[in-house]
């Protein structure tokens, strides 16, 4: 992903236009608009002033989609931005394995319990009917 198709994502992520993002910018909608379709050069001043009006820091956007998945949440008034490194892939598949072995251990176990206490039920009835158990 090119360094421009990342700065229109994300500023479409956010709801922001071209139009604000070129008056925050102190820029015309035509220049900003050649930024994103990769018609411009950008020096780093502008590239950190792009990520701060994104709200995320100049690594972020330009690592953004580079052997990373980051997920975006929120709402233009400050969303919240994080990053999961695919180089901790195996460690995080094998803690999401033993996450999903105890969530089916402990499904298991409640539904033993849920069966525990059909059983119960059905002794108290029969007790209060009278009957041996």
């Known amino acids: 992903m090119q360094i421009y198709e990342k700065i229109k994502y994300m500023r479409q992520h956010k709801g922001f236009s071209q139009e604000k993002m070129a008056e925050k910018l102190g820029m ?27 709200q995320v820091n100049l690594f972020e956007l330009l690592s953004f989609g580079e052997k990373s998945v980051y997920y975006l949440s929120g709402t233009n008034n400050g969303g919240i931005m994080g990053q999961y490194n695919l180089a901790n892939d195996a460690q995080y598949k094998s803690q999401l394995e033993k996450s999903q072995l105890i969530i089916e251990q402990k499904e298991k176990e409640i539904e033993y319990l849920k069966q525990q206490n059909i059983d119960l039920r059905e002794m108290i009835a029969l007790l209060k009917n009278g009957k041996q158990v």
């Open 28 to 54: 015309s909608v035509n220049n900003y608009s050649s930024i994103e379709r990769g018609k411009t050069d950008l020096h780093v001043s502008r590239l950190e002033e792009i990520a701060s009006i994104l």
